[in-house]
Nanobody, 124 residues
């Protein structure tokens, strides 16, 4: 069982940067690949980024590639999402998720553990 708590959301202007954090309550954080997803109003939840257990592999949605960076600190049981050059289209609730399945996972269905989400709003 993993409990996840996101923080760091807020209201920013287009072009600004913002960092999200997700703290995991588990003794086996290294046993989980971690992902960030987002859900905009009226849209389905979508994949944003994922990182492997040891942080050696990452994957990004095309819409955020080159602007967002996912990282993790296994000593702190925390995963991060650094968002640069934010656009109004990035406005969404951002969710952290954990998957015990081996290998990077991009599908929501393979993440059984989710945080409560944090709102990111980008004004134009």
């Amino acid at each position: 069982q993993v409990q996840l708590v996101e923080s760091g959301g807020g209201l920013v202007q287009a072009g600004d940067s913002l960092g999200l954090s997700c703290a995991a309550s588990t003794r086996t954080f290294l046993g989980y690949n971690m992902g960030w997803f987002r859900q905009a109003p009226g849209k389905e939840r979508e994949f944003v980024a994922a990182i492997s257990r040891n942080g050696g592999s990452t994957n990004y949605a095309d819409s955020v590639k080159g602007r967002f960076t996912i990282s993790r600190d296994n000593a702190k049981n925390t995963v991060y999402l650094r968002m640069n050059s934010l656009k109004p289209d990035d406005t969404a609730v951002y969710y952290c998720a954990a998957s015990p399945v081996y290998g990077l996972r991009l599908s929501l269905k393979e993440y059984p553990y989710w945080g409560q989400g944090t709102q990111v709003t980008v004004s134009s």
